[in-house]
């Protein structure tokens, strides 16, 4: 005879997997974007008054970088004096070799307004999608430096896989010494720069940018900066732990290059 | 139904506020304990379908987990004597966490210790969780 109190827990479970293994089928990429796509406005509205908040929490800071700024604002106007000059002179030397202008890369600003809720992937939900152009595989960048790219398109609303993910990897290159390694997300710990030859004589605060191969990232663009270099366990590399340029943790908008 | 908005509620926080605390494990936990097995695991159904849509993680993990912790939570507090309050919470939410996690890992084979203190904050904040869920 079946006795129900005491079938319960095996019942239970046989529930669980049950409801799991058919609500899974649901939750596909194209479900996921379209739902977050109708949660975009509440998102958007929750997200800038959490920024709001923290700007308020950090008045003192932002007053201290204000008037950092200011002060750099006077010395880039300056630089930017001898730039204009030197575009000028740029262009007339253009014309003379008869040089032809590169396609103009264009900006996509977006507005970060979720992430994931578990905190154990780096990804974001960033306010722009196919309206705005914005295509899958396109680099997502921040404050000069590389933040990671599209993964996923809605209407409205991209996902981006930031470079610290553990399953963001692709190549880098050191500016200066010009060794090669893979550059692979290490979540909070930042990133780690593996299969660095052994005789790499990077040092600390080298500047670590991609090396363009394999064709996930364009050459270029901005990581981070060393911060230390070790031997890897097999003792036929070297690991560079690296700083990313861009503070993950504290990403609010971004740029998407189109 | 309050519960299930409070659930709404804290989960879009969680998206877009980084706290460090996992809000949505612990509403599962609280389910399971006080309401039962089969409320924690529907619970645990809701809170991961509704993390399924903001994760990137594979498809139907974070609805396993959270369902998961749910119905072990309400099974075990109906297999174990334990005397009521916040020290039971505590241990609840505390070894519900660890559970999650673990498990996650296990899933994704990577580790990460920064979530110790995820477990440790939301261990310590469930009592006054579940205060105001209740």
Do not use: H
Request: overall charge positive; glycine content about 8%.
């Amino acid at each position: 005879m079946i006795k129900p109190q005491k079938n319960f827990p095996i019942i239970a479970v046989l529930v669980f997997i049950a409801a799991v293994t058919l609500l899974s089928q649901i939750f596909s990429s194209d479900f996921r974007v379209k739902t977050l796509d109708l949660l975009r406005i509440p998102l958007k509205l929750i997200s800038g008054s959490v920024y709001a908040l923290r700007d308020v929490a950090n008045f003192m800071e932002i007053r201290a970088e204000n008037k950092i700024l200011k002060e750099n604002t006077a010395n880039l106007e300056m630089e930017l004096l001898n730039l204009r000059e030197a575009a000028l002179e740029n262009e007339r030397l253009k014309k003379f070799l008869d040089f032809k202008e590169s396609d103009r890369r264009k900006f996509v600003p977006a507005l970060v307004i979720a992430r994931d809720p578990s905190g154990l992937n780096d990804t974001v939900v960033i306010d722009g999608g196919r309206k705005d152009k914005i295509e899958k595989g396109m680099v997502v960048i921040s404050g000069g430096g590389l933040a990671g790219r599209v993964i996923e398109t809605g209407w409205r609303i991209s996902r981006v896989l930031l470079i610290t993910d553990y399953d963001s990897t692709f190549s880098g290159v050191i500016e200066t010494t010009r060794d090669e390694g893979a550059v692979s997300g290490s979540m909070r710990a930042g990133l780690v720069m593996k299969y660095l030859d052994i005789g790499c004589n990077a040092t600390k605060g080298d500047k670590v940018i991609t090396s363009g191969l394999y064709g996930v990232f364009e050459k270029g663009l901005l990581i981070g900066e060393v911060v230390s270099l070790e031997q890897d366990s097999s003792g036929l590399y070297m690991n560079a732990i690296v700083k990313p340029e861009v503070d993950i943790r504290k990403l609010e908008e971004v740029l998407v290059v189109r | 139904m309050t519960l299930f908005l409070w659930i709404i509620i804290t989960g879009l926080l969680q998206s877009t506020a980084q706290l460090n605390i996992n809000f949505l494990g612990l509403f599962a936990v609280f389910a399971g304990i006080k309401k039962g097995p089969i409320w924690g695991l529907c619970v645990g159904i809701f809170i991961g379908s509704f993390s399924e849509v903001f994760s990137s993680s594979s498809q139907g993990l974070n609805l396993m987990l959270y369902s998961g912790i749910g119905l072990l939570a309400g099974i075990i507090k109906q297999k174990i004597y334990c005397r009521e309050g916040a020290g039971q919470e505590i241990i609840f939410s505390f070894f519900g966490m660890l559970c999650f996690y673990t498990a996650y890992f296990a899933f994704t084979r990577t580790i990460q210790t920064s979530v110790l203190f995820a477990i440790i904050f939301s261990s310590l904040i469930s009592p006054l969780l579940f205060r105001l869920a209740e």
